[in-house]
């Protein structure tokens, strides 16, 4: 796939999910446009993205490197060490009301 075509590809994915987080009115809880949340949404996932390579790496998982709209190829390098234990420590900290989310999302139907 083509660069141009990775980028157009990014831009209309961050622009769906603009629009999925105006649909579910989910500024709502924060009072941030849109497009700040989803930049932000945006950027978590390549965070996950990096910190899932960087588990592989660490455990010899080989995989051939597949390019990621919007992520750049040197992102792995990117994020330290520092920052993924600070993820990690922030994911523990909130687990139970990320629990909490979870159950009321169930009870709702929410999948």
Not at 47 to 67: C, D, L, M, S
Request: one cysteine or more; aromatic letters at 8%; hydrophobic letters at 35%.
């Amino acid at each position: 796939m083509s660069k141009s075509k990775m980028d157009r590809r990014y831009l209309r994915f961050k622009k769906g999910l603009e629009n999925l987080l105006n649909i579910h009115s989910m500024e709502l809880g924060s009072n941030t446009p849109n497009f700040i949340m989803a930049e932000f949404l945006i950027k978590c996932l390549k965070a996950f993205n990096t910190a899932v390579r960087q588990r592989e790496t660490w455990y010899g998982v080989i995989r051939p490197k597949a390019h990621i709209p919007g992520i750049p190829d040197d992102t792995l390098e990117q994020v330290s060490p520092e920052f993924l234990e600070a993820v990690d420590t922030s994911l523990e900290r909130n687990r139970p009301a990320l629990e909490e989310l979870g159950r009321l999302d169930a009870e709702e139907g929410v999948q």
